[in-house]
Structure formats: structure tokens, C-alpha cells
């Protein structure tokens, strides 16, 4: 599945990260795009301050909606 996630596009994680004690389900946003279909992925805490900087395969990413689509 090919996604085209957009800078400050708001992703939940589908994966565990353990190293980066960051679980499936977390909430990040897109700080850079890549080349090889991988991005920067900013995780903050409830204050706003960085957790950690992770890049992350697209493909381990869900692009998150606020709004309905328009049909």
C-alpha cells in the first residue's frame, strides 16, 4: 500500500518501537519526506515537548483524518 503522507500530516504508529519506547498506536506527526519512502516522524508528549525524532517506513504508518471526506 503506497500512502502519500504530506509534511505535518498527523500518523499513528502500526508498530512497537521498543528502542525508541514508542508503542502502536502513537501518536506523531511528519517533520521531513525522504526519498526512499521513509519519514521523519516527530513523537511528543501531552506538554508538546519532543520525545523522539524516529524515521519510519511509510508502510508502518496510518495516516490520521479529522475531517470527513467530501463524497
Known amino acids: 500500500m503506497t500512502?502519500?503522507?504530506k509534511l505535518l500530516d498527523v500518523i499513528a504508529l502500526l508498530k512497537n518501537l521498543p528502542g525508541k519506547k514508542l508503542?502502536?498506536?502513537q501518536?506523531?506527526?511528519i517533520v521531513e519526506i525522504f526519498n526512499n519512502h521513509h519519514y521523519e516522524v516527530e513523537f511528543c508528549n501531552n506538554s508538546g515537548e519532543t520525545i523522539t525524532l524516529v524515521s519510519i517506513?511509510?508502510?508502518d504508518l496510518l495516516l490520521l483524518h479529522y475531517e470527513l471526506e467530501a463524497v
Open 57 to 59: 517506513h511509510e508502510k
Open 3 to 5: 500512502n502519500h503522507f
Open 23 to 25: 508503542k502502536q498506536g
Open 27 to 29: 501518536v506523531g506527526t
